[in-house]
């Protein structure tokens, strides 16, 4: 199911605004990798542009190349809708349907998607809260509302709802930062094992976290103060944190600014 | 986000004013606490005058309720008919005889049609102006909507009756042929001016679109981001994102707004009295003209009314108000048991 | 490829593998929308049909009816819904529209005609029903004094039961006042209107006046004024009542020098936004106030008249003078309502925080 994804000379705006410029990379199928960088350096903009979801913000834009296994996703005739089914994300702060039980939160996706046999959807619902790691906390109330679980189980049941619909990529944005540190472990074995399903990109602010679970960092950082966000290095994350190859990703990582 | 009503009459701070007490040229304990004496004197008036008008405004809706039930009583004591199911109204012949039936059947059937049309097309505009409408459009017509709440109710009834009522008869004519099989749309005499309930609905649900719209879509406006992202990010279409995020939070303020124009439509006078052909007939042939409402025959039968004519009117007046006031009730408990779901936690 | 790919139902994970999707060209919305209407009118001329509301209908119906079919037939089941709701919604948009727009563009066409100096400046008096010419003076008169004193009824217990209900409101008489404030703000007008002639006029005996219309004008602008200084009071920060406090400043000069200023213009604002709200009234008018065809500068004694009042005269009144003399007096009375409501919102942008302020 994991597929690779290859972005060339992509840009993204706000209005006139540019907020991130001309970034290429690649990101290897079955792998997790994580974008670090300081705050503003536009890598949650670059994340959400390879499932365009940038572009639902009004007056955003975006030019450029992403291909997702040789398929452009802005090649003309490509549905957003379908990208998004394909591209799945999880977002900062956990965000289940408010009214919607724990079960048809995870649902929801399969619903959408046409799924409607009550056994179909009762095992799907129930691979997915084990690849959550969520079941065991949750199989004797999955008809109460979402909402009412702890941040972490919120935000573990909005994986189990992003990988219900089988994506090919996973894109989280800083899924733990609004998360205490056992949620946030519960989260990490989560990605380590999730990853030999889907490609994962993780945006983190957090660099302990990227060296824990990401197989290959990408730092961003900003020109200078008014200027777009920059890739300004990939590389295997050991690498990264032992000897990178630019001078200010390592300023960055030994904490010298950021 | 842009909620424009609320933001934009954010008060900015006055300079703090200096306190009295310290500009006083007066120094010591007795002037401090002669100033403090008048202070209290000014609080405890200030204070009695606001709460003296809390209470005034209790004292008056209370009035209401009492000098219309003693109107009313004397009234209905006197009516020969039955209050509830006398269709007729004679209320200045001797004996009088009156009943409300056919003013209430007309004021809930004409409020009904109204809400047929009204909710989904204002909850449609809503969605127009929030989600659909491109960007630059949306705040004009939000704009325009506001002004056409504030237009008065007579003037929507002088359209109605010299502009609507004509432009309708095809209309009419049509769901007799079409729909006529249904009873409702049954018209018996289908050459007569469409002053009919039917009309009156489609007049009221006019009158009410812009209330009930800008309601909506102040809700619509507050669904969080992160909601609606939700559900883009599992490949919904733009539908699908409203049927699964926008409406469910928006229900109890649909629910709210749609009462607040319920209430209007069913206590609205000028437009019904211009449009209505009234007379005392119960009819389930909405294309047919006649019928009455409340508001409308107050104010239609009240310039021939005698003493006891306006009394009778006043017991129906009673009854209007009791009306009004269960709506007002309905929507405020559905409104607290929804609260939980309107997001909350967002 | 489309979505709607029929696939063996024991497979759970059903999803479609590309993410290209056939669509219907950019302009294929326009596109309908023309053909409906076209079509609509070729119909509507066809069979004769009188009147304009029905080649709406028919075009309103065919658009929604073909962009469903299309988007069912070429982007499948999932996009046909979409587009179905999408035209729904510009069809709800456009159905609002036309009648408003109708409204208005009416009103100033047939309220044009007689509306001049004239008109402006005469009152009805010694004119009969069926004659052309007379004016609305005396019922301009009539509006202006009976707003005024419902104004001055209403602002003061309006804003004096907020600042209850703000600064100093705990408990249950609190609770009932909002409750009851909620419920009036329900009440008809007509009720209102009856309220006071059962009471001002029936119990005390006194006559059909302007004071008594204006009396309930007054019942049904304090609700609005409680409630929209309400939320005003509410939006003064904390900070700026216990800064003042501190200082030793009483509470009464605290909430008069220093909350009431701060609200001032949304407070404004809301008030001229409950002006215009009563301008428009009639009902209760047409109880108390009685409608005098001739100038009645008192309006504590005798008959008046009002704008609204003035225009449901003359409407019943069912000739074509008087049909025109309704509509001006609706030109005039529209123009009125729609100047305080600019005016309330130029209050409330010129008092809203500049930005960097």
Redesign the interface.
């Known amino acids: 199911m994991a597929k690779r994804i290859d972005v060339s000379g992509l840009s993204a705006f706000y209005g006139k605004n540019k907020a991130i410029d001309d970034i290429s990379m690649t990101v290897e199928p079955g792998s997790v990798t994580a974008f670090i960088g300081p705050s503003g350096c536009g890598k949650s903009t670059f994340l959400r542009t390879l ?1 365009r ?1 940038h572009e ?1 913000i ?2 955003a834009s975006v030019e450029g190349k992403v291909l ?1 296994d040789d ?1 452009n ?1 802005y ?1 003309p ?3 957003p ?6 591209i ?2 999880v ?1 900062q ?1 956990p ?6 039980s724990i079960y048809d939160n995870v649902a ?2 399969l619903r ?4 409607s ?1 009550k056994k ?1 959807l009762d ?2 619902v129930e691979r997915s809260l084990k690849g959550a790691n969520l079941w065991n906390e949750v199989k004797d109330r999955l008809n109460r509302p979402g ?1 009412g679980l702890s941040g972490g189980q919120q935000q573990r049941l ?1 994986i189990a ?2 990988i219900a ?2 994506p090919q990529v996973l894109l989280m944005d800083e899924p733990c930062s609004a998360l205490d540190p056992i949620s946030t472990l519960a989260i990490e074995d989560l990605i380590r094992e999730l990853k030999e399903r889907f490609t994962i990109v993780i945006v983190t602010h957090n660099m302990q976290q990227a060296a824990r679970v990401s197989d290959r960092t990408a730092f961003f950082n900003l020109a200078a103060v008014g200027q777009p966000g920059k890739l300004i290095e990939i590389d295997e994350t050991e690498r990264i944190f032992s000897n990178p190859s630019v001078q200010a990703t390592e300023d960055y990582i030994s904490g010298r600014f950021g | 986000m842009d909620t424009p009503s609320r933001s934009e009459h954010t008060p900015s701070p006055p300079d703090l004013v200096t306190p009295p007490g310290l500009t006083s040229p007066q120094t010591g304990l007795a002037a401090a606490s002669a100033a403090s004496g008048r202070a209290r004197l000014g609080d405890r008036l200030f204070a009695g005058a606001s709460k003296g008008s809390g209470i005034l405004l209790l004292v008056i809706m209370a009035a209401i309720a009492v000098f219309l039930a003693v109107r009313a009583t004397v009234a209905i004591s006197a009516n020969e008919g039955n209050f509830l199911t006398t269709f007729e109204w004679n209320a200045n012949a001797n004996p009088p005889v009156f009943g409300i039936a056919v003013l209430a059947y007309g004021t809930v059937v004409s409020s009904i049609i109204a809400m047929v049309i009204a909710v989904p097309v204002a909850v449609g505009i809503a969605l127009f102006v929030s989600h659909y409408a491109p ?1 630059r459009l949306a705040q004009p017509i939000a704009f325009v909507i506001d002004l056409l709440a504030a237009v008065p109710s007579i003037i929507y009834g002088l359209w109605g009756a010299l502009f609507l009522v004509p432009h309708l008869t095809g209309l009419n004519l049509w769901l007799d042929e079409y729909l006529g099989w249904t009873v409702i749309f049954d018209k018996t005499n289908p050459a007569a001016t469409p002053r009919s309930l039917f009309t009156v609905g489609i007049l009221l649900a006019i009158m009410i679109l812009p209330i009930i719209t800008n309601v909506t879509r102040e809700v619509f406006l507050q669904v ?1 981001r ?2 609606e ?9 733009r539908w ?1 994102v409203i049927r ?2 926008v409406l ?2 928006g229900r109890s303020g649909i629910i709210s707004a749609s009462m607040l124009g319920l209430g209007r439509a069913l206590g609205e006078t000028m437009a019904v009295a211009t449009v209505l052909s009234a007379s005392p007939v119960l009819t389930a042939h909405l294309l047919d003209a006649g019928g009455g409402t409340f508001a409308q025959n107050i104010a239609s039968a009240f310039k021939e009314a005698n003493d006891m004519g306006r009394d009778a009117l006043i017991a129906s007046g009673l009854v209007l108000f009791v009306i009004t006031l269960l709506v007002n009730g309905a929507a405020r408990l559905i409104i607290a048991r929804h609260k939980e ?1 309107s ?4 | 490829m489309s ?2 790919t029929t696939r063996p ?1 024991d497979t ?5 593998e ?6 219907l060209p950019s302009w294929a919305p326009l596109g309908i929308a023309v053909v409906s209407v076209a079509a609509a009118v070729g119909a509507g001329m066809l069979f004769g049909l009188q009147s304009k509301v029905q080649w709406g209908l028919i075009a309103a119906l065919l658009f929604v009816a073909v962009s469903f079919a299309l988007a069912s037939a070429v982007e499948g ?2 996009q046909a819904k979409d587009r179905l709701a999408t035209s729904l919604v510009w069809v709800c948009f456009l159905l609002a529209v036309v009648p408003l727009a109708s409204l208005i563009w009416t009103t100033v066409g047939q309220g044009s005609k007689v509306l001049d100096g004239y008109f402006l400046t005469h009152s009805m008096a010694g004119l009969l029903d069926i004659q052309p010419g007379g004016g609305i003076y005396h019922a301009i008169i009539g509006t202006l004094e009976q707003v005024g004193l419902a104004t001055l009824i209403a602002a003061p217990i309006g804003l004096l039961t907020a600042i209850y209900l703000v600064e100093y409101g705990k408990g249950t008489l609190a609770k009932a006042v909002t409750f009851f404030v909620d419920v009036m703000t329900g009440i008809p007008s007509i009720v209102a209107g009856l309220f006071i002639l059962s009471f001002w006029l029936l119990m005390l005996g006194f006559d059909y006046s302007g004071f008594a219309g204006a009396m309930s004008l007054a019942i049904l602008m304090m609700p609005v004024v409680v409630r929209s200084t309400e939320e005003m009071l509410k939006l003064v920060p904390n900070e700026l009542r216990e800064a003042s406090l501190a200082l030793g400043v009483p509470k009464w000069r605290t909430i008069t020098k220093v909350v009431l200023p701060t609200a001032v213009g949304g407070i404004t604002t809301g008030l001229v936004l409950a002006v215009a709200r009563i301008a428009g009234e009639t009902a209760p008018i047409l109880l108390l106030v009685y409608g005098a065809p001739y100038i009645n500068n008192n309006p504590f004694e005798g008959a008046q008249s009002s704008l609204p009042l003035y225009v449901y005269q003359q409407y019943v009144n069912g000739n074509a003078a008087s049909y025109d003399r309704a509509w001006a007096a609706a030109l005039v009375l529209i123009i009125f309502v729609m100047l305080l409501n600019l005016v309330a919102r130029g209050i409330a942008h010129w008092k809203a925080p500049k930005a960097g302020h």
């Open positions: 499932n979801m639902v009004p007056g997702l398929e996703l090649g005739g490509v549905d809708v379908a990208v998004r089914r394909t799945g994300m977002f702060r965000n289940p349907f408010p009214t919607m929801a996706g959408l998607n046409g799924i046999r179909d095992d799907i909402a909005c709802r992003a619909v089988e | 960007r969080p992160a909601h992202e939700a559900a883009l990010a599992l490949g919904a279409t699908e699964m995020s469910p939070f779901y997001g909350a936690n967002a | 979505t709607v139902a759970a994970a059903p999803l479609p590309g993410l290209k999707q056939r669509r089941r999932r």
